[in-house]
Every structure is written in C-alpha cells, then in structure tokens.
Nanobody, 119 residues
Framework: QVQLVESGGGLVQPGGSLRLSCAASGSISSTDVMRWSRQVPGKQRELVAQITNSNPIYYADSVKGRFTISRDNTKNTVYLQMNSLKPEDTAVYYC?????????????WGQGTQVTVSS
C-alpha cells in the first residue's frame, strides 16, 4: 500500500509559480511510476505529467515548457514545479503512483490539493 499526501497548492496570480509536493507514507520504489493529474469540476481528470525512476516520460501539451516533474526517492517525495501559471491551470491536482505486482498494476491516489490561478 502507498498513501500519498499532496501539499503546496494555493492561490497565485497569473504568471506566478507554485511547487507541489507529494509525500508517500511508505517507500516509493524505483520501479513505481509517479504522476500528477488535475481535475476541474464537471470534467474528466487529466494527466499532467509522469515520471519513471528518474526520467520524465510525459507532459500534457498544455503544460510543456512550464511544468517540471521530479522525484526524490530518498525522501519518498514527488514534486511538480509549475511556472508561468495561467487561469486555465486552475484545478485540483492529484498525485498518483502506479505500482507493479507481478503482471498487474495498482494505482494509488492522494486526496488532492487546490490550485487557483487568478488576479
């Protein structure tokens, strides 16, 4: 089992920056794929960024060049650095982990942290 807790959300002006953190209660394995997703009420959850042991492997087109995902396995923490924020980035951001068990995968999610971009 993995329990994930996000932090770092809040209110920021357009063009500003925020750094989200995701702390895992158990150890993050180097084989776990970690991800950040976001959701706006009434819309489907959107995958924002994903990272393997050390290499980011996915960014949504809408955040490329502005967001950076990283992880520190020694601290069991995943980060999302968000720069040049836009009002359309407003959403609840969720941290997730994909862990492999044999030939199957299990997905774990945190409770989310609200990010509001507004002047």
């Amino acid at each position: 089992q993995v329990q994930l807790v996000e932090s770092g959300g809040g209110l920021v002006q357009p063009g500003g920056s925020l750094r989200l953190s995701c702390a895992a209660s158990g150890s993050i394995s180097s084989t776990d794929v970690m991800r950040w997703s976001r959701q706006v009420p009434g819309k489907q959850r959107e995958l924002v960024a994903q990272i393997t042991n050390s290499n980011p492997i996915y960014y949504a087109d809408s955040v490329k060049g502005r967001f950076t995902i990283s992880r520190d396995n020694t601290k069991n923490t995943v980060y999302l650095q968000m720069n040049s924020l836009k009002p359309e980035d407003t959403a609840v951001y969720y941290c997730g982990a994909r862990r492999q068990y044999g030939s199957a995968f299990r997905y774990f999610w945190g409770q989310g942290t609200q990010v509001t971009v507004s002047s």
